[in-house]
Structures are given as C-alpha cells and as structure tokens.
C-alpha cells in the first residue's frame, strides 16, 4: 500500500505566498520524480484517478 505524507512535506518547503495553482503544480512535480514518472502510481500517492492526473499534467504543460 502507498501512504500519503507528500503534502505535508511540500508544503512545508513551500513559500507562503504561493499561489494554489503553484502548491499543486509542485505538488504534483514531486510526486511524479517520486513516482519514477510512473502516472497510475503517482495517481495513488496523491488520491486521485489516472485520468485527472493525466489532465492535470496536460494544463501544466500548456501553460508553460
């Protein structure tokens, strides 16, 4: 089983003043290095599908 315990640790070296869009976009960067790159295992770390996953990852790339 995977255990939560990444937020915590993120937002803990996040800079108060960031924006939610930046805490997730970080959030998620570091579960997916976490991760190996591996979507469906990073989709379990954080508690979400691999498909909200995915699209997340996509509108980050966009916005770019």
Do not use: C, H, W
Not at 14 to 28: Q, V
Not at 32 to 42: E, K, P
Request: net charge positive.
């Amino acid at each position: 089983p995977v255990t939560g315990g990444i937020a915590s640790g993120v937002a803990q070296e996040t800079p108060a003043a960031a924006s939610l869009p930046d805490l997730e976009r970080n959030l998620i960067r570091e579960t997916m290095a976490r991760a190996g790159g591996n979507v469906s295992l990073a989709a379990r770390m954080l508690g979400i599908s691999r498909p909200k996953l995915r699209y997340r990852l996509r509108v980050f790339q966009q916005k770019m």
